[in-house]
């Protein structure tokens, strides 16, 4: 079977009053202690999270 990648576990709510980057942190932190994702997976680079997400770098 397949793991599945990290982009199937970050939800983002657009409404939502916690700020988008909050939301990206706490799915990637829930995704890694439900172990959804192994602890030797590389993260993508913060310029893919950004654009994926459309949340700011800065």
């Keep these: 079977m397949k793991n599945p990648g990290l982009f199937d576990f970050i939800r983002i709510d657009e409404y939502s009053a916690t700020p988008k980057y909050l939301q990206l942190a706490n799915s990637i932190i829930n995704a890694l202690e439900a172990r959804a ?22």
């Design 37 to 58: 994702i192994e602890k030797d997976y590389l993260l993508p680079s913060i310029n893919e999270l950004s654009f994926q997400f459309d949340i700011s770098r800065d």
